[in-house]
């Protein structure tokens, strides 16, 4: 079994939009959609799911699916989802932290689990 990375990577951006549209385009497929995914599914509650789907998505062209179960999900501030973006074996866990300042939305994201591998480290998808 390989290492697994303890420290949680982390990274806060502003988006000048509302809390609650922020909220909406990591929580509903149809928005997602419009920025991240080709068909996305979710169930935005606890012991909901995410399902993400791409194709020819990015620089890499990648085409492919993952996703996972939704751990937490308080509309406009919160939402947690586990997924497996470096293989089925490792489940990475993302928080979506929402901070509304004056500005607009403090976008907070933060995930954990990667392995101490070249992958992992590099958080390549599959």
């Known amino acids: ?5 303890r420290e949680h990577l982390s990274t806060s951006i502003l988006i000048r939009a509302d809390i609650g549209r922020v909220y909406d385009a990591f929580t509903m497929a149809a928005d997602l959609d419009e920025w991240f995914t080709d ?24 085409t492919g ?4 179960p939704v751990v937490e999900a ?3 501030e919160l939402f947690e989802f586990r997924w497996h973006p470096v293989g089925p074996d490792v489940e990475i866990a993302v928080r979506i932290e ?26 390549q998808l599959e």
Do not use: C, N, Q
């Open 1 to 5: 079994m390989d290492p697994i990375v």
């Open 39 to 62: 068909g996305a599914e979710v169930d935005a509650r606890p012991g909901g799911s995410i399902r993400f789907r791409w194709k020819d998505w990015g620089p890499d062209h990648y």
């Open 65 to 68: 699916e993952d996703g996972g």
């Open 74 to 76: 308080r509309r406009p």
């Open 98 to 123: 929402l901070i509304e300042v004056p500005e607009g939305t403090i976008v907070r994201l933060t995930d954990s689990g990667y392995p101490d591998t070249e992958r992992g480290r590099t958080r």
